[in-house]
C-alpha cells in the first residue's frame, strides 16, 4: 500500500569512479567501488537510515530525522576518506583519495513498493549535480530543523537553480566535517600564503572586485548568475567560487567543465564536477579550454585589501 511520510532523504555518488576502471582495470576498480558502496550503506544502517536502493556508484538512502542523515553523511566522507588512505593499486602506488558528493533534502514523500517519490526525493538528486569534491549541500528545510550547534556547520550559498524544477532552492554547504579538507590542501603552496582577501574577476573589459563576504559567486548565464556570461557553451550554473578554509575553491557544475589555466603554469587543469584551489592569477575557460581563442574565459587574480582597496 502507498503510503505518505515525512523524511530526510540522502542521495551520494562516488565521482571519478568511470577514470578508475580505465587506469586500475575492470575487476580492480569494481572490487573497489562495490566495496566502497557497501561501506556507505552499512554507515547508513549505523545511523538509523533505510538503505532505499544502491546506483552503480551512489545511493539513496531515508532517514527519519535530518540530525541523523547528517551525522551519516559525515561519517560516510570519513569512511571514504580512509577507504582512499587504506587502498593500493596492483603496483603497489597508493591510490587518490575517491571523492564523494551528498544531497540531503526534507519533505513530504511518498513510499511505493519500497521506493520514494516526491518533490525532496528531485532536490536531493539535483543537489548532486551541483556538489564539488567531498561536498554535503542540503536544503534549508534539513537545515533549519538542526539543533543551533548542528546548523553552525553549514554556511548558506544562494538559491540555485535545479535541473527540471521552476522554482530555484535555497541550499546549504556542510563547512565542518571532522578531517582534513582534501580539496583545500591540492595545492599545498597555498597554506604557507598569507589570506587572501578578495578575488577580481574580469570577462571581456569589465572587472570586479568580490571580497569574502561576497561568496559565493556564480558563473553562467542564467538569471541567477553573479557574474553572467553570455555564450551558448557556459552552463546557466556553470562554476561556483567559495571562500572555503582560507582559499578561494573553484566548484565546476557544469555540462562541459571549466578550464583552469594558472599564469605561472602552462598546464590546463580540467574540472568536471571537480573542485580546485584558486591562487595566483590566471584564466577560467567556461565550457572550452583557454587554448581556444574563441572560449568564453574569465580572467582571475587572488589580491588582498590591504594592496588593492576595494572601489
Not at 62 to 90: N, R, V
Not at 224 to 243: G, P
Request: aromatic content about 6%; some cysteine; proline content about 4%.
Amino acid at each position: 500500500m502507498d503510503q505518505t511520510l515525512v523524511r530526510c532523504v540522502l542521495f551520494a555518488d562516488l565521482r571519478g569512479s568511470t577514470g578508475l576502471y580505465e587506469t586500475l582495470g575492470n575487476a580492480f576498480a569494481t572490487q573497489l567501488v562495490s566495496r566502497s558502496v557497501s561501506l556507505l550503506g552499512q554507515v547508513i544502517s549505523s545511523r538509523d537510515g533505510v538503505l532505499v536502493k544502491t546506483l552503480g556508484d551512489g545511493l539513496m538512502a531515508t532517514f527519519a530525522e535530518p540530525t541523523t542523515a547528517m551525522q551519516a553523511a559525515i561519517d560516510m566522507h570519513k569512511a571514504l576518506a580512509q577507504i582512499g588512505s587504506d587502498e593500493q593499486a596492483d603496483d603497489g602506488q597508493q591510490l587518490p583519495p575517491l571523492k564523494l558528493q551528498v544531497g540531503l533534502a526534507y519533505g513530504e514523500m511518498v513510499e511505493m513498493s519500497g521506493d520514494f517519490f516526491g518533490d525532496a526525493v528531485n532536490i536531493a538528486a539535483r543537489l548532486l549535480e551541483h556538489c564539488g569534491d567531498n561536498e554535503t549541500l542540503a536544503t534549508t528545510t534539513v537545515v533549519e530543523t538542526l539543533a543551533a550547534h548542528d546548523r553552525a556547520r553549514f554556511r548558506r550559498l544562494d538559491r540555485l537553480q535545479l535541473r527540471g524544477r521552476i522554482a530555484p532552492v535555497e541550499v546549504h554547504v556542510l563547512e565542518r566535517h571532522e578531517f582534513p579538507d582534501l580539496a583545500a590542501t591540492m595545492f599545498g603552496n597555498v597554506l604557507s600564503t598569507p589570506a587572501p582577501s578578495a578575488l577580481r574577476l574580469k570577462w571581456r573589459d569589465a572587472a570586479t572586485l568580490f571580497s569574502t563576504s561576497d561568496m559565493p559567486v556564480i558563473l553562467g548565464r542564467g538569471e541567477q548568475a553573479t557574474c553572467w556570461i553570455d555564450d551558448n557553451r557556459v552552463s546557466r550554473s556553470h562554476a561556483r567560487i567559495d571562500w572555503h578554509g582560507g582559499a578561494f575553491q573553484l566548484v565546476d557544475m557544469s555540462s562541459n567543465g571549466t578550464h583552469v589555466k594558472f599564469a605561472a603554469d602552462s598546464e590546463v587543469v580540467t574540472l568536471r564536477r571537480g573542485t580546485c584551489t584558486l591562487h595566483g592569477s590566471g584564466v577560467l575557460g567556461l565550457g572550452a579550454s583557454p587554448s581556444d581563442p574563441s572560449a568564453p574565459c574569465v580572467g582571475f587574480e587572488v589580491v588582498r585589501l590591504s594592496d588593492d582597496p576595494l572601489p
